[in-house]
């Protein structure tokens, strides 16, 4: 789960990137990466928040999910706009390399873990002993947990 913060660490390193070489261009469309960048930014401090909470895998499955899908409408308007946007090469490659460390984490973080072993016997079970005292398996007699009006689990 650790090296899952660096995945999210790095989309918003490459988020960092893009809008610096954003801040160069013109064209109206270049302005709509705001959004896509504070959405897809949104979504992974989700996944993180939900890793150091130590919460469910099927929640922290379908936060991925979200942001897997976020990042990847943000790796298709880098390479749609790369020429009107004059974004780099190295930004469009290190974005593809992040949103493929997030698929990696996606399948672990989906998929069920193995089987629980099943528990071995312990000694009364092995014996057959029963792991609470009850009105049936005490006696009554002299003993400790004998009062003045009998044994109290035989009530």
Same mark, same amino acid.
């Given at each position: 789960?650790?090296?899952? %913060?660096?995945?999210? /660490?790095?989309?918003? *390193?490459?988020? *960092?990137?893009?809008p610096a070489a954003m801040a160069q261009a013109g064209p109206p469309q270049?302005?709509?990466?705001?959004? /896509?960048?504070?959405?897809?930014?949104?979504?992974?401090? @989700?996944?993180?928040? *939900? /890793?150091? =909470?130590?919460?469910?895998?099927?929640? /922290?499955?379908?936060?991925?999910?979200?942001?897997?899908?976020?990042?990847?409408?943000?790796?298709?308007? %880098?390479?749609?706009?790369?020429?009107?946007?004059n974004i780099p090469e190295q930004a469009i490659s290190n974005a593809k390399?992040? =949103?493929? =460390? $997030? %698929?990696?984490?996606? $399948? *672990?973080?989906? $998929?069920?873990?193995? @089987?629980?072993?099943p528990r071995p016997p312990t000694l009364s079970d092995a014996i057959g002993?029963?792991?609470?005292?009850? @009105?049936?398996?005490?006696?009554?007699?002299?003993?400790?947990?004998?009062?003045?009006?009998?044994?109290? %689990?035989?009530?």
């Amino acid at each position: 789960m650790k090296w899952c %913060l660096a995945v999210a /660490i790095a989309a918003l *390193a490459i988020a *960092a990137e893009c809008p610096a070489a954003m801040a160069q261009a013109g064209p109206p469309q270049c302005n709509a990466f705001g959004p /896509i960048k504070e959405d897809a930014e949104k979504k992974a401090l @989700a996944v993180r928040a *939900a /890793i150091q =909470h130590k919460s469910e895998r099927k929640e /922290i499955c379908v936060l991925v999910q979200r942001f897997y899908a976020a990042e990847g409408t943000m790796l298709k308007f %880098l390479e749609t706009n790369k020429t009107w946007c004059n974004i780099p090469e190295q930004a469009i490659s290190n974005a593809k390399a992040g =949103h493929e =460390h $997030t %698929l990696k984490f996606q $399948t *672990a973080a989906c $998929t069920e873990g193995p @089987a629980a072993k099943p528990r071995p016997p312990t000694l009364s079970d092995a014996i057959g002993t029963p792991s609470v005292d009850t @009105a049936g398996n005490t006696k009554t007699g002299h003993g400790t947990l004998d009062s003045l009006n009998g044994n109290p %689990l035989a009530k």
